[in-house]
């Protein structure tokens, strides 16, 4: 799945869990709170799971090969 793909996958079902929550919490439904906590703690985890794959992913790659810049001490 392309890492953009599954960015808006994670975003969109953490935002429809914490909109649920604050309906909930709206509605004096007492666990609407736990699930805006949980939701915000999904979509931080997510989104930093797919960085770091991402992340690692990236500088696993081969390096170009490009020449060295001139050593100047301007």
């Known amino acids: ?27 004096d439904w007492r ?6 906590g949980a939701g915000l703690a999904a979509l931080v985890a997510g989104r930093t799971a797919i960085a770091v794959v991402e992340y690692r992913r990236v500088m696993a790659r081969s390096w170009p090969a490009v020449t060295p810049l001139a050593d100047d001490d301007w």
Do not use: F, H, N, T
């Not at 599954?6 to 309906?23: P, Y």
């Not at 666990?31 to 805006?36: E, K, N, Q, V």
């Open 1 to 27: 799945m392309d890492v953009y793909r599954l960015w808006d996958v994670v975003s969109r079902a953490c935002q429809l869990v914490i909109v649920a929550g604050a309906c909930g919490a709206l509605a």
């Open 31 to 36: 666990p609407g709170a736990y699930l805006i």
